[in-house]
Nanobody
Framework: QVQLVESGGGLVQAGGSLRLSCAASGRTFSNYNMGWFRQAPGKEREFVAAISRIIINTYYADSVKGRFTISRDTAKNTVYLQMNSLKPEDTAVYYC?????????????????WGQGTQVTVSS
């Protein structure tokens, strides 16, 4: 089992920045590919960003490319999502997810563990 706890969400004006954190506990963090997903009211959950577990590769949804940066700190068992130039359409609950072994994926259904989510609200 892996426990994931997100933090760092909040209310920010358009153009502002937030950094989300996801602290992992319970198993060897380096065994897990990590992803960030989000779900806005009335919409399906969507992929935001992911980072691989061994050779550090990163992947982004087109909607956030160039604005968001995913990173991981193995010593702290934490993955981050730095969000810059935020837009009102970024408003959503953001979820951290972990996928054990294999390769990094962008499909949420392939992830094994999920955090409880953190709300991000961007005002115009």
């Amino acid at each position: 089992q892996v426990q994931l706890v997100e933090s760092g969400g909040g209310l920010v004006q358009a153009g502002g920045s937030l950094r989300l954190s996801c602290a992992a506990s319970g198993r060897t963090f380096s065994n897990y590919n990590m992803g960030w997903f989000r779900q806005a009211p009335g919409k399906e959950r969507e992929f935001v960003a992911a980072i691989s577990r061994i050779i550090i590769n990163t992947y982004y949804a087109d909607s956030v490319k160039g604005r968001f940066t995913i990173s991981r700190d193995t010593a702290k068992n934490t993955v981050y999502l730095q969000m810059n130039s935020l837009k009102p359409e970024d408003t959503a609950v953001y979820y951290c997810a972990a996928k054990e072994g294999g390769v990094v994926e962008t499909k949420g259904t392939l992830y094994d563990y999920w955090g409880q989510g953190t709300q991000v609200t961007v005002s115009s």
